[in-house]
Antibody, heavy 123, light 107 residues
Framework: EVALVESGGGLVQPGGSLRLSCAASGFNVTSKSMDWVRQAPGQGLEWVSIVYSDGRTHYAVSVKGRFTISRDTSKNTLYLQMNSLRADDTAVYYC?????????????????WGKGTTVTVSS | DIQMTQSPSSLSASVGDRIIITCRASQTISNYLNWYQQKPGKAPQVLMFGASRLQSGVPSRFIGSGTGTHFTLTISSLQPEDFATYYCQQGYNTPWTFGQGTKVEVK
């Protein structure tokens, strides 16, 4: 069965760091593109970052230069290193597997999501 | 970045009702449009990709349409398990962007 389990969230002071993990099962994290998506309390979904299957990465402007996405093949785990955290980074962070449906063109969407891990940035 | 705008932000409906949620993109995205459903305290789940293609296991009462900049999600006969928040997301280019969500509540 394909599943994702996030961990590593918690309470951190402004300016601090945190590393989120996303353990995958049922598939290899390097075989698919993987995303981080966050949701601030009572708000909508905000895409954060992607690591493509070829290793390229991309970030939302709001986190670029502060967050780093990576993956560990041996542990089959996705990571999000978050530095210089701010109050507006407070959110539930989800990891998601991205797949491509090939129907003429490639249609990319997030088909498997973890349950999320909560990050609170507060003094 | 491509901006996605949903309407309405919320709606009240009854079981059996037909409802329509609209999603507009700030530029053309062809049919690279996905729909997700999220229930309170849960992760989102994909309903539809390519604007109109149902994800495996999703009931046929969910109907997606549109191309270019204007898209709709129709639930033909609302069921009790459909009360949730729905998000559109463009899959045209990164950064992926979501609409602000439409909360479907019990009337």
């Amino acid at each position: 069965e394909v599943a994702l389990v996030e961990s590593g969230g918690g309470l951190v002071q402004p300016g601090g760091s945190l590393r989120l993990s996303c353990a995958a099962s049922g598939f290899n994290v390097t075989s698919k593109s993987m995303d981080w998506v966050r949701q601030a309390p009572g708000q909508g979904l905000e895409w954060v970052s992607i690591v493509y299957s070829d290793g390229r990465t991309h970030y939302a402007v709001s986190v670029k230069g502060r967050f780093t996405i990576s993956r560990d093949t041996s542990k089959n785990t996705l990571y999000l290193q978050m530095n210089s955290l701010r109050a507006d980074d407070t959110a539930v962070y989800y990891c998601a597997r991205e797949v491509a449906a090939t129907i003429g063109s490639f249609y990319y969407y997030m088909d498997v999501w973890g349950k999320g891990t909560t990050v609170t940035v507060s003094s | 970045d491509i901006q996605m705008t949903q309407s309405p932000s919320s709606l009240s409906a009854s079981v059996g009702d037909r409802i329509i949620i609209t999603c507009r993109a700030s530029q053309t995205i062809s049919n690279y449009l996905n729909w997700y459903q999220q229930k309170p305290g849960k992760a989102p789940q994909v309903l539809m990709f390519g604007a109109s293609r149902l994800q495996s296991g999703v009931p046929s009462r969910f109907i997606g349409s549109g191309t270019g900049t204007h898209f709709t999600l129709t639930i033909s006969s609302l069921q009790p398990e459909d009360f949730a928040t729905y998000y559109c997301q463009q899959g045209y280019n990164t950064p992926w962007t979501f609409g602000q969500g439409t909360k479907v509540e019990v009337k």
